[in-house]
C-alpha cells in the first residue's frame, strides 16, 4: 500500500512525545500490522463466526513481546508500560487492522489498573503472575448493567446507578447483581466488577472487587451477536451470592470510585485512539481504491469533489489524531495537569473522544460513498471498518453522555440542577 500522504517522513505525530522502548513497540506493532493482520481481516472476522482460533493463535504470539503481562510493574515481572499515550497509539495501529483483536490483551491491563495504582499487594501478588505466562490469561472490566451504562458512568449520579451489590461478611465480600457487555465476559479469567456496598452512600459505596473464575455462583449467559467489533467476545454475567476474599476490594470507600472514573477517563483516550485507527483502516482503502478507479474518464481522487472529501477525511483523522495525543499526555502527567480522575481531565478526555468517533464513523461513511457499491462488500474491508467505528461511539458514555461529559469540565454544569433528583443526590457527595 502506497504510503498515506497525511504523514510526514514517517510521522503520524511528533516522535518526541515517546520514549525509546514505546517507540519501538509502536514500530513492531506497525509491522505486526501490516504483515500479519492487514492480509487476512477477512478471515479473521470468519474465525470470529466460527471457533476464534485463528484470532486466538495470533494473541499468543503477542504474549513473549509483553502484550500480556508489560503493563504490570517491574517488581512483579512487568515493564511498567502504562503510558496512555502508548496504549493509545497501539490501539490505533491495532485499529488500522482489526481494533477487536486489540480487546483481550488490553483487557488485562483496564482491568488491572485499579489494583495497580492502588498498590493493592494481595490482588498483584495474586493475579499478576498469571498474567506471565505463556499462555493467554484475559481479564475483564464488568461496568454496565441491565438497566444502563451511562447510569454507572456519570459521575454525578455517584453510583446511584449501581445495581451489583457487595455486602461485607467477615472477612468475605458476598456479591450479587448482574452485568451486560463486558468485553472478554465469558472467556476471561479474572473479572474487574463495578459494585455498591450501599447506594446510600454516595461515592464511598462504590466497590472494585475482582473476582476470578470459578467462584462458586458465578455464571455467564450467551455471546452477544454483534454488527462489528467480532473479534472480541461480549456477554452478560451473574452472581449469585459470590464470595471473595475481602482484600480482593481494589481500594477503599472514596478512592475505588476515583480509580473508577479513572478508568473512565483512561478508556475514552483509548476508545479516541481505536476509532482514528479505524478511520486511518478505512482512508489508506479508499485511498488507493480512487487511485485506479476511473470516473468519466480519471481516477476519482483526481476529480475535486473526491479529492474534497479525500482532504476532510484526512483532516478528521489528524486533528482526531492530535486531539488524543495531546489528552493522553496530559493523562499521563498528572504532577503538571492534576487529578486524573478529574472532571477537567475526563472532560478533555471526552473531548477527543467524540471527536475522534464522531470524525471516524464520517470518515467510514465518506470512505464508502466515494468506492460506490464496492465500499460496501467485504473484499474491500471498508465496510469492516464501518461496522467496527459505531460501537466505539456508542459504547463509553456515547455520543451524548460524552458531550455532557465536556461540559461538566468548562463550567459548574451539573445534569440534576433543581430537579427531583438534584437534593438526593447533593446528600450523597
Ligand atoms: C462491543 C461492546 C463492548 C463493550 N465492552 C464493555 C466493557 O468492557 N465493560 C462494560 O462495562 N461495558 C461494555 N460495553 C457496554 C457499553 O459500554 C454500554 O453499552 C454503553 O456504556 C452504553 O450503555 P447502554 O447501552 O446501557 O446505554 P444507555 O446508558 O441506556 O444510554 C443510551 C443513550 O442515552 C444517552 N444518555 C445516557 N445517559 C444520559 C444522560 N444522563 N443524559 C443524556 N443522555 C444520556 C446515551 O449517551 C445514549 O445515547 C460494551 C458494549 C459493546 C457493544
Not at 514505546?22 to 504483515?35: A, H, N, Q, T, Y
Not at 466460527?50 to 484470532?55: P, Q, R, V, W
Request: with cysteine; charged share 25%.
Amino acid at each position: 500500500m502506497e504510503p498515506v500522504s497525511t504523514e510526514i517522513k514517517d510521522h503520524r505525530f511528533l516522535k518526541e512525545l515517546l520514549s525509546e522502548t514505546d517507540g519501538m513497540l509502536i514500530e513492531m506493532v506497525r509491522g505486526f500490522v501490516d504483515e500479519v493482520i492487514l492480509p487476512i481481516r477477512r478471515e479473521m472476522e470468519l474465525s470470529a463466526r466460527s471457533d476464534f482460533k485463528l484470532i486466538e493463535d495470533l494473541q499468543r504470539k503477542l504474549i513473549p513481546l509483553g502484550f500480556q503481562g508489560g503493563f504490570l510493574p517491574e517488581e512483579y515481572g512487568g515493564m511498567n508500560l502504562t503510558s496512555v499515550m502508548t496504549a493509545g497509539i497501539l490501539a490505533e495501529e491495532f485499529g488500522r487492522g482489526d481494533a477487536s483483536f486489540f480487546c483481550a490483551p488490553a483487557g488485562g491491563f483496564w482491568a488491572m489498573r485499579p489494583a495497580m495504582f492502588a498498590e493493592n499487594k494481595a490482588v498483584l501478588n495474586e493475579f499478576a503472575p498469571r498474567f506471565l505466562g505463556e499462555d493467554l490469561y484475559v481479564a475483564c472490566f464488568g461496568m454496565t448493567e441491565p438497566n444502563g451504562g451511562c447510569n454507572i458512568e456519570n459521575m454525578d449520579m455517584h453510583g446511584l446507578g449501581i445495581r451489583t451489590t457487595a455486602k461485607l461478611d467477615g472477612d468475605e465480600w458476598v456479591i450479587n447483581g448482574s452485568k451486560v457487555w463486558p468485553t472478554n465476559s465469558g472467556i476471561a479469567d479474572l473479572y474487574l466488577v463495578v459494585c455498591t456496598t450501599d447506594p446510600e452512600l454516595g461515592d464511598d459505596g462504590i466497590a472494585l472487587i475482582y473476582v476470578p473464575v470459578p467462584t462458586k455462583g458465578f455464571s455467564f449467559g450467551r455471546f452477544e451477536d454483534k454488527a462489528g467489533f467480532r473479534g472480541s467476545r461480549e456477554g452478560d454475567f451473574y452472581f449469585d451470592n459470590v464470595r471473595v476474599p475481602k482484600e480482593f476490594r481494589a481500594a477503599g470507600p472514596g478512592r475505588d470510585a476515583e480509580l473508577l472514573h479513572d478508568n473512565i477517563v483512561y478508556a475514552r483516550i483509548f476508545s479516541a485512539a481505536w476509532a482514528i485507527g479505524c478511520a486511518q483502516g478505512a482512508f489508506d482503502e479508499v485511498l488507493a481504491f480512487t487511485k485506479d478507479r476511473l470516473a468519466a474518464g480519471k481516477p476519482i481522487r483526481q476529480h475535486t469533489i473526491g479529492a474534497s472529501i479525500l482532504a476532510d477525511i484526512a483532516i478528521g483523522i489528524q486533528v482526531g489524531r492530535d486531539a488524543y495525543v495531546n489528552a493522553a499526555y496530559m493523562y499521563d502527567h498528572p504532577e503538571i495537569y492534576g487529578p486524573r480522575h478529574s472532571k477537567q481531565m475526563l472532560s478533555r478526555a471526552s473531548i477527543a473522544k467524540v471527536f475522534c468517533c464522531d470524525v471516524a464513523v464520517e470518515a467510514t461513511n465518506k470512505a464508502m460513498e466515494l468506492m460506490g457499491s464496492y465500499g460496501y462488500v467485504t473484499d474491500y474491508h471498508v465496510e469492516k471498518y464501518w461496522r467496527d467505528v459505531k460501537i466505539i461511539q456508542l459504547w463509553e458514555g456515547g455520543a451524548q453522555l460524552g458531550r455532557l461529559d465536556v461540559a461538566r469540565g468548562i463550567y459548574d454544569y451539573d445534569q440534576f440542577y433543581r430537579n427531583v433528583m438534584y437534593n438526593k443526590l447533593q446528600l450523597k457527595k
